[in-house]
């Protein structure tokens, strides 16, 4: 082959999923190999509304390792992308070993070009690494032909990735080794299981977050005793409630957890020295706004829940969806008309009534929310077989840059 001609590239395109904590992870006992102090659970969200898509190639002509996040190129020595790199690349260097007839040997050599973008804003604060590590080590493994079990390499990425390995409602199983191989996730239930379930997400208006959850959950380790009553005393208790409630679709019990638990997280962030304030007061409101609508039916129809940021999540039932997010326009009234405030799942018109309206009595907070998507359980990660929808073209360079 001349020197100057291009070896046509293999290409391989996935997609991976967002997921949300109902019981929160936060806190490591090994910073290397991201191994938690304590077990969680989550919700994977439906890929139709929010999903990353990553495209890898290989080729004999790429030099060296290359990556492109939303259309820029990154430090791919970043060592959390190497570790899942390496990982792997040796998994399948040791597939190959035991003697694995359809791995190809060239292709362990062989260089990356990657390149990712997720379908819905970074600014939303959603967790988009979980999606981010997700679909890149999915996408990995087709590339080098390792499938199977990969949530412990994709928690090496970013811990709560491992739980985006699987669709529906997922565990990441704490594990006790010190070398973390017992530390992996797990499907609790499929995504078919629960169809009534609702999950709105509330972007609050734009604000950077202001400590990382890398950062910020050393700082808690370090400091907070309340996170260490936490994670030793509370969280296993709870863990086995949620697998119950998510099991025996018990809405009620399933939504007063998640509230607890992501009120607990919030607390030990505020027992964290210094503090970290994750709420703000259009969360706050939030927060009042739920308690008040369950207060008011004398029943617990919606959950919240917050990550590392101010944007609530909701769980909810389908019948109850119309009115909340009529609920949520009243109490913060939308900058136009509201045509976009609503995205995802179509949403029906309902009516709020006056004692409704009354019984929340808050005072409105306009703009404070920007748009709420609206989605379901989804599945875990997929190969697209379109070809068109690679986003690296057959010169192995991205077909889109900033
Ligand atoms: C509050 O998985 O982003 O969203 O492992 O350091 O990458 P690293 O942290 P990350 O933390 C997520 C924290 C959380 C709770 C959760 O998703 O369980």
């Known amino acids: 082959m001349p020197?100057?001609?291009?070896?046509?590239?293999?290409?391989?395109?996935?997609?991976?999923?967002?997921?949300?904590?109902v019981i929160k992870y936060w806190g490591k006992r090994n910073e290397e190999l991201i191994l938690p102090i304590n077990s969680s659970l989550s919700v994977t969200l439906h890929q139709d509304q929010l999903k990353t898509t990553t495209t890898i190639a290989t080729s004999r002509s790429f030099?060296?390792?290359?990556?492109?996040?939303?259309?820029?190129?990154?430090?791919?020595?970043?060592?959390?992308?190497?570790?899942?790199?390496?990982e792997i690349r040796r998994l399948a260097r040791k597939r190959r070993n035991d003697g694995d007839p359809a791995l190809d040997p060239s292709v362990l050599s062989l260089k990356v070009h990657i390149c990712s973008v997720n379908n819905f804003p970074t600014a939303a604060g959603l967790a988009s690494s979980a999606a981010g590590f997700a679909c890149l080590v999915y996408t990995l493994a087709r590339v080098f032909g390792t499938e199977g079990e990969l949530s412990g390499i994709a928690r090496q990425g970013s811990g709560s990735a491992c739980r985006s390995m699987y669709g529906g409602f997922v565990q990441w199983i704490m594990g006790q080794k010190d070398d973390g191989k017992d530390s992996l996730a797990q499907q609790v239930e499929p995504e078919t299981h629960w169809?009534?379930?609702?999950?709105?997400?509330?972007?609050?208006?734009?604000?950077?977050?202001?400590?990382?959850?890398?950062?910020?959950?050393?700082?808690?380790?370090?400091?907070?005793?309340?996170?260490?009553?936490?994670?030793?005393?509370?969280?296993?208790?709870?863990?086995?409630?949620?697998?119950?409630?998510?099991?025996?679709?018990?809405?009620?019990?399933?939504?007063?957890?998640?509230?607890?638990?992501?009120?607990?997280?919030?607390?030990?962030?505020?027992?964290?020295?210094?503090?970290i304030f994750y709420l703000n007061s259009v969360s706050q409101q939030v927060i009042n706004l739920v308690h008040r609508y369950n207060r008011h039916y004398g029943e617990t129809r919606l959950a919240y829940t917050f990550d590392a940021g101010p944007n609530a999540v909701i769980y909810t039932l389908q019948q109850h969806v119309p009115e909340f997010v009529q609920a949520v326009q009243h109490f913060f009234p939308p900058e136009s008309n509201g045509g976009q405030f609503?995205?995802?799942?179509?949403?029906?018109?309902?009516?709020?009534?006056?004692?409704?309206?009354?019984?929340?009595?808050?005072?409105?907070?306009?703009?404070?929310?920007?748009?709420?998507?609206?989605?379901?359980?989804?599945?875990?990660?997929?190969?697209?077989?379109?070809?068109?929808?690679?986003?690296i073209g057959s010169d192995g360079m991205p077909k889109h840059t900033v």
């Open 195 to 275: 169809p009534e379930l609702r999950i709105l997400v509330l972007v609050a208006s734009a604000e950077k977050k202001s400590v990382g959850s890398t950062s910020g959950m050393q700082t808690s380790v370090q400091t907070s005793c309340l996170l260490k009553h936490r994670a030793e005393s509370v969280v296993p208790g709870r863990m086995e409630e949620m697998i119950e409630a998510v099991r025996e679709k018990d809405f009620v019990a399933f939504a007063e957890l998640t509230m607890k638990d992501s009120n607990q997280f919030h607390a030990t962030c505020l027992d964290t020295y210094p503090p």
């Open 3 to 21: 020197e100057n001609t291009m070896e046509k590239p293999n290409i391989v395109t996935c997609t991976a999923p967002v997921n949300i904590a």
């Open 342 to 391: 609503i995205q995802g799942l179509p949403v029906n018109q309902a009516a709020l009534s006056e004692e409704l309206k009354q019984a929340i009595g808050l005072e409105p907070m306009p703009k404070g929310i920007s748009y709420i998507i609206s989605t379901k359980a989804g599945p875990g990660p997929r190969v697209v077989e379109d070809p068109t929808q690679h986003l």
């Open 63 to 86: 030099k060296e390792d290359r990556i492109w996040l939303n259309g820029k190129e990154e430090d791919i020595t970043h060592p959390r992308l190497q570790s899942c790199l390496r």
